[in-house]
């Protein structure tokens, strides 16, 4: 499994995103996961499935409540957390990655507006 999304900087970077308060993630089974606080789900699934060689673009809009949406190579977005701005007490966000077993991701290119 691979999950990927956006997280506070003090997230412990040995754990699983998904289990704490401070990561957003989506898994490429379909999930959108943030604070479970268990290493295996509860998985939420409405996200969009992604494997290998597909590209998603992230968008995350922090005005307002804060949203974090998701489009799997070039389809419509889907909004899959919202109520971001809420949680993160101000503090930075910063592109996330976890991995289940070792492997090889890249981070194309960041935009900001």
Sequence with gaps: FLWAGVALES?????WLGKQSG?????SNGSANHATQQDNGPYNQNSAAFGEGDE???VLDLTGDGTLSLSVNKASSITVFCGICDETGGQPLVPAISLKSPGCVSIERMLHF
Excluded: I, P, S
């Design 11 to 15: 997230v412990n970077v040995n754990a």
């Design 23 to 27: 990561g957003w993630v989506v898994g």
């Design 56 to 58: 998603l673009t992230f």
